[in-house]
């Protein structure tokens, strides 16, 4: 009965490289977001979507995709993948306006 | 603008003793706040939340927190430390005007034998 979960967990791979993460949610919520934890510990927004419509979007490169078929579901494609993408990647939910956000147990993504 | 700043980066406190985890921040409006807490290799569970209800909360496994406002902080309390305690935790305002929130840098807290 996990709430949020990601997959894949671990992922490694080349400079290059077109990868996708995956996040799904159980508590009903109406919002999904993802955010990106560098080697520091420093957690950034990246994008938020409620009900599939696109909320917000951070100054990220526009290698980064995300898709949301419904709103359970929150995807993150990735493209030409380089090396400084190599972070966690956590992907959370909650009822938009409620501010507390439930999170998964996040992605490790090394590119070599 | 919002802000959140964590006093310190790492705090090594003996087991069984007092822990003080030391958060202000800068909201231009009534914000809610929030600290959750990262074990290795974990994900982000949520360890309490002030919503403007009352302004000593308490939350899972000990911890509290009290929001004073003349202070602008949310400094994280536990009387005594367990050595399961030790993970990185991260104080967290939302602003209640947008569904964005920000993250404290993280305090990662060490607990000795």
């Known amino acids: 009965d996990t709430a949020v979960s990601q997959t894949p967990k671990y992922l490694v791979t080349q400079m290059g490289n077109d990868k996708s993460i995956k996040c799904e949610q159980n508590l009903g919520h109406d919002t999904m977001y993802w955010y990106k934890q560098d080697s520091k510990k420093f957690l950034k927004i990246m994008f938020s979507?409620?009900?599939?419509?696109?909320?917000i979007n951070e100054t990220v490169p526009n290698r980064f995709s995300p898709k949301s078929p419904d709103k359970a579901h929150l995807n993150l494609h990735i493209n030409s993948l380089e090396l400084g993408d190599s972070a966690v990647y956590f992907c959370?939910?909650?009822?938009?306006?409620?501010?507390?956000?439930?999170f998964g147990p996040g992605t490790r993504l090394t590119v070599t | 603008a919002q802000s959140v700043t964590q006093l310190d980066s790492h705090v090594s406190v003996s087991e069984g003793t007092p822990v003080l985890l030391r958060c202000n921040y800068s909201?231009?409006?009534?914000?809610?706040l929030f600290w959750y807490v990262q074990h290795p290799n974990k994900g982000l569970q949520l360890l309490l939340k002030y919503t403007s209800a009352a302004t000593l909360v308490k939350g899972i496994n000990g911890f509290e927190a009290e929001f004073k406002k003349s202070e602008t902080s949310f400094h994280l309390t536990k009387p005594s430390a367990h050595m399961s305690d030790a993970a990185e935790y991260f104080c967290v305002v939302s602003p209640n005007r947008d569904d964005k929130i920000i993250f404290g840098k993280g305090t990662r807290l060490h607990i000795l034998p």
């Open positions: 979507y409620n009900n599939k419509e696109l909320i």
């Open positions: 909201s231009s409006y009534s914000p809610s």
């Open positions: 959370a939910s909650s009822f938009r306006g409620a501010n507390e956000q439930y």
